[in-house]
C-alpha cells in the first residue's frame, strides 16, 4: 500500500514569501504529525493533529508557522513570510491509532531553502 | 537540552561483524523507545521498538536493549550489511498519549565497510 508522500518535495522560496507544504498521510491513519529537520540535526516536533483536530501545537516555532488537517486526511503546513532559518526539511509522520506507543510511518520530507 | 542524546556521530563497522549503536536520554517520563533509520534524501524508516516495561526486543538481525536504571537503551545489528549504512536515529515518546509527538537524538552515521 501506499505510504506517506509530501509535495512538494524541494522549494526554493525568496525571504518573505509565504510557502505551502502538503502531507497525504497514510489512508485510515489518524494521528498526524509535522517535524522540522535541520541540518546535522534529529527531527523536531511541530504539531500534531488527531484526525481533524489540532491537539498539540506547542513545537511549532512562532506564529508564522500554522498547520491543518480540515478533514482529517491530508494536511498543510504553511509558512508566512519566510526567513532564512526556515531551511529546514520538514517531516509528516502518520500513525494508525492515537495513544502512546503507537509506530509512527515518516514521508520523504520537503526541502525548504529559504533565500 | 538534548532530552535523547546520540554521542558518536559516525560509527565504521566491517560487514559481518556487530555494530553497536547506543542511545542515553534523561527524561525519565519516556515509556516508549524506537529506532530509525534513513537513507538521504528519504524519510526515517521505522526499524524496531521496545516498551519501558521491556529490556529487551529482538527482530530478526536487529536487537534493541533497554536499561531503563542508566537511561541507556542500544541498537545491536548482526551480521552488519552493506545496505545497513545510513543515519540512526533514536527517538522516545513520553507518557502523554503520543500527542507530545517522538524526541529524537542527532542520529549516528553508521558505515559497514566490505
Known amino acids: 500500500g501506499a505510504g506517506v508522500s509530501q509535495s512538494p518535495r524541494y522549494k526554493v522560496a525568496k525571504r518573505g514569501q509565504d510557502v505551502a507544504l502538503r502531507c497525504d498521510p497514510i489512508s485510515g491513519h489518524v494521528s498526524l504529525f509535522w517535524y522540522q529537520q535541520a541540518l546535522g540535526q534529529g527531527p523536531e516536533f511541530l504539531t500534531y493533529f488527531q484526525n481533524e483536530a489540532q491537539l498539540d501545537k506547542s513545537g511549532l516555532p512562532s506564529d508564522r508557522f500554522f498547520a491543518e488537517r480540515p478533514e482529517g486526511s491530508v494536511s498543510t503546513l504553511k509558512i508566512q513570510r519566510t526567513q532564512q532559518e526556515d531551511s529546514a526539511v520538514y517531516l509528516c509522520?502518520?500513525?494508525?491509532?492515537?495513544?502512546?506507543?503507537?509506530?509512527?510511518?515518516f514521508g520523504p520530507g520537503t526541502r525548504l531553502l529559504v533565500l | 537540552d538534548q532530552q535523547v542524546k546520540q554521542n558518536s556521530p559516525s560509527l565504521s563497522v566491517q560487514e559481518g561483524r556487530i555494530s553497536i549503536l547506543n542511545c542515553d536520554y534523561t527524561?525519565?517520563?519516556?515509556?516508549?523507545f524506537l529506532w530509525y533509520k534513513k537513507y538521504p534524501a528519504e524519510g526515517p524508516t521505522f526499524l524496531i521498538s521496545?516498551?519501558?516495561?521491556?529490556d529487551k526486543n529482538e527482530d530478526g538481525r536487529f536487537t534493541v536493549f533497554l536499561n531503563k536504571s542508566a537511561k541507556h537503551l542500544s541498537l545491536h545489528i548482526v551480521p552488519s550489511q552493506p545496505g545497513d549504512s545510513a543515519v540512526y536515529f533514536c527517538a522516545a515518546e513520553g507518557s502523554g498519549g503520543g500527542a507530545d509527538g517522538l524526541t529524537f537524538g542527532k542520529g549516528t552515521h553508521l558505515i559497514i565497510q566490505p
Open positions: 509522520a502518520s500513525s494508525l491509532r492515537s495513544g502512546s506507543a503507537e509506530t509512527q510511518y
Open positions: 521496545i516498551s519501558s516495561i521491556k
Open positions: 527524561n525519565s517520563m519516556f515509556d516508549y
